[in-house]
Nanobody
Framework: QVQLVESGGGLVQAGGSLRLSCAAS????????MGWFRQAPGKEREFVAA???????LYADSVKGRFTISRDNANNTVYLQMNSLKPEDTTVYYC????????????????WGQGTQVTVSS
């Protein structure tokens, strides 16, 4: 069982930046993926970015060029640097964990954090 704890959400003006962090603990796999999703009320959970332990990275088209995911394997932590934030980025962001390769499908992830709110004002 893997536990995930996110931090770093908050309120920022449009065009600003935030960095989210997610620390993992528990029984992690030697080949795994940590990623970020977001979910607005009444909508499905949307893929944002994912990083594998071996260095593979995947981004949603909507955040390419603005968001950067990075991973510290020694500390089992994944980060999401969010730049040029837009009001439409406002929602709850969730950290996720799965074994093996990065995918964009939320149902294929095995563990989830509690979520952190990101609010971008116009």
């Amino acid at each position: 069982q893997v536990q995930l704890v996110e931090s770093g959400g908050g309120l920022v003006q449009a065009g600003g930046s935030l960095r989210l962090s997610c620390a993992a603990s528990g029984s992690m796999f030697s080949s795994d993926t940590m990623g970020w999703f977001r979910q607005a009320p009444g909508k499905e959970r949307e893929f944002v970015a994912a990083a594998t332990r071996s260095g593979g990275i995947l981004y949603a088209d909507s955040v390419k060029g603005r968001f950067t995911i990075s991973r510290d394997n020694a500390n089992n932590t994944v980060y999401l640097q969010m730049n040029s934030l837009k009001p439409e980025d406002t929602t709850v962001y969730y950290c996720a964990y799965k074994r093996f390769a990065a995918v964009m499908v939320a149902s294929m992830y095995d563990a989830w954090g509690q979520g952190t709110q990101v609010t971008v004002s116009s």
